[in-house]
């Protein structure tokens, strides 16, 4: 692994220890971006006042003003958030389906907390929120592994064929779903969704196991991460810090 083991470890059991209802962002957006909404969230709600039918319909009006800056939709849109009205998540869920293309980030965090905020007052069971830089569907988080040959010789016909029917096969049997899987010379991306709770350090090397029955030809070393899909210059990193000498750039 390009992380240490007890990283995965620690991811699932942290899951495995909470009971509750799991909403997880679908969308991706920088965790960066996240970071900075939490805050703006937080100083908002320390002075959080009732929000009146004026103050509403002000907001309706605003967030169809074309000419409005960002920010002050920005501050609008938080402002519905941490409302806890019903009526502030439906303005927010027409909102994310035709927003501002600069804002369309902020929309969609808006969204979610104004969602856990309403039903963690209308439910008796706990609401537990889950973000992260490559988002998920459900209770699936999305992650990004890059798998490279245990060679410096790209992968054979058989070989890429294996790959394609194995994970195919094995994966969808641990409820996880491919949203893509792309095989270059002699590295493979995959994107996934994967519940919460599983273990996706021992899946995929379980799927890697399933792969080198038919002769050694995966490595061990695998990159697994869910805040971001790697550019094929850090791509082509991983793989000569593995191989140990420099090779052409990776290619997308």
């Not at 000419?67 to 009205?85: Q, R």
């Not at 293309?101 to 439910?123: C, G, K, T, V």
């Not at 994967?194 to 030809?217: H, L, R, S």
Request: hydrophobic share 35%; aromatic share 10%.
């Amino acid at each position: 692994m390009t992380k240490k083991d007890d990283v995965f470890e620690r991811f699932r059991d942290s899951f495995g220890k909470m009971n509750g209802r799991f909403h997880v962002l679908e969308q991706r957006v920088p965790v960066e971006l996240q970071l900075e909404y939490f805050k703006y969230s937080e100083r908002m709600r320390k002075n959080n006042t009732k929000m009146t039918d004026d103050k509403y319909n002000a907001y309706v009006q605003s967030l169809s003003n074309d000419t409005l800056s960002l920010e002050h939709k920005k501050h609008i849109l938080s402002a519905l958030a941490i409302s806890n009205e019903v009526r502030a998540y439906r303005l927010l869920e027409g909102y994310v389906q035709h927003p501002d293309p600069d804002i369309q980030n902020w929309a969609y965090m808006a969204l979610m907390e104004s969602r856990i905020s309403i039903e963690s007052e209308l439910l008796e069971e706990k609401q537990i929120y889950i973000s992260t830089g490559l988002g998920g569907r459900g209770e699936k988080l999305r992650f990004y592994i890059l798998i490279i040959a245990s060679g410096k010789e790209p992968f054979q016909e058989y070989q890429r064929q294996t790959l394609e029917r194995e994970f195919a096969y094995y994966l969808p049997t641990k409820d996880c779903e491919i949203e893509r899987l792309t095989i270059y010379d002699a590295y493979v991306e995959l994107v996934l969704l994967m519940p919460v709770k599983k273990d996706i350090k021992a899946i995929i090397e379980q799927a890697i196991t399933e792969c080198n029955q038919y002769g050694n030809f995966v490595s061990n070393q695998i990159t697994i991460t869910n805040v971001k899909e790697l550019s094929a210059t850090e791509v082509a990193e991983i793989i000569d810090s593995v191989h140990g000498s420099k090779t052409d750039q990776a290619s997308h």
